[in-house]
């Protein structure tokens, strides 16, 4: 139940072109490696602190799943008033757990999943791309958790430019990834 260093996202001018990309939106939130190991539930951080304490709505949802064991990588977020609420993320990180409990009753949290580097006792961190992708799905669909969302994403170039054009705050940018 160890943090595990996420990839990171490098800024470019543009986004590649030609074949073996893939696209994904990129969120605006926290980013969060979710693990569980049986009925062990962990959230941390891209810089390795646990997040749990502050999104207990989003660590219970992992107790819920089907799935027994598993790392996914994704982004906290939250909506508010129909659009993504990063000030709402960032209210969380309250000394007090009864501040934590309101907020977290009041504007529930959810993460957007994007991979998936464990999956049972099968590693998957090695895997191509698009064979953890498709492990995701299936998980995902398997699994009936309106918190638990699947990032939107395409190896059509021109969709990936579209999101960028209208963004509305809850698209940071795109993330370019090789299949």
């Not at 993320?89 to 757990?97: D, E, F, I, N």
């Amino acid at each position: 139940m160890k943090p595990i260093a996420p990839m990171e996202a490098q800024l470019a001018e543009q986004l590649p072109d030609g074949p073996g990309w893939q696209f994904e939106p990129k969120w605006d939130g926290f980013r969060c490696i979710a693990i569980r190991d049986g009925g062990d539930v962990a959230l941390w951080s891209k810089s390795g602190k646990p997040l749990a304490r502050y999104f207990p709505e989003v660590e219970a949802m992992f107790g819920r799943l089907k799935a027994k064991r598993f790392v996914i990588d994704g982004e906290l977020l939250i909506a508010s008033e129909g659009a993504i609420a990063f000030d709402a993320l960032q209210l969380r990180l309250h000394p007090a757990a009864s501040r934590v409990a309101k907020l977290a009753a009041e504007t529930p949290a959810m993460l957007m999943a994007f991979d998936l580097l464990m999956s049972g006792r099968k590693t998957l961190a090695g895997d191509a791309l698009s064979a953890r992708r498709e492990a995701l799905e299936r998980m995902l669909a398997s699994e009936s958790e309106p918190a638990l969302l699947l990032s939107p994403a395409t190896t059509d170039r021109s969709e990936a430019l579209a999101w960028l054009e209208r963004t509305g705050g809850a698209v940071d940018g795109v993330i370019p990834k090789r299949v």
